[in-house]
C-alpha cells in the first residue's frame, strides 16, 4: 500500500490509533475519580489525555489519541 493509500485509509478508519497511558478499574470508591485526576494532570502537563470507558474489561482508561504523549 502506498503511503497516500495507507494514510486515506487510516483517515477512514473508526478505529482510531491511541496510547493508553493508564487503567483505572471502573468499581472505585463512591465520589472517586481517579482516571479523571490522572487525565488532568496530564493536562496540565501539555498532553491532551482523555479518560475512555473499556467496556471489555471495566475499566477507565487514559489515553491520547493517534498515540501522541509528549
Known amino acids: 500500500m502506498s503511503p497516500a ?11 482510531r490509533p491511541r496510547q493508553v497511558l ?5 468499581g472505585g470508591p ?4 481517579p482516571a479523571e485526576d490522572f487525565a488532568e494532570a496530564r493536562r496540565m502537563e501539555g498532553q491532551q489525555a ?7 474489561s471495566d475499566a477507565f482508561l487514559v489515553i ?4 501522541v504523549a509528549s
Do not use: K, T
Open 30 to 33: 463512591r465520589g472517586s475519580w
Open 22 to 26: 493508564e487503567r483505572f478499574p471502573a
Open 5 to 15: 493509500d495507507q494514510a486515506a485509509h487510516d483517515a477512514a478508519s473508526y478505529v
Open 50 to 56: 482523555e479518560v475512555v470507558m473499556d467496556l471489555a
Open 64 to 67: 491520547v489519541r493517534n498515540g
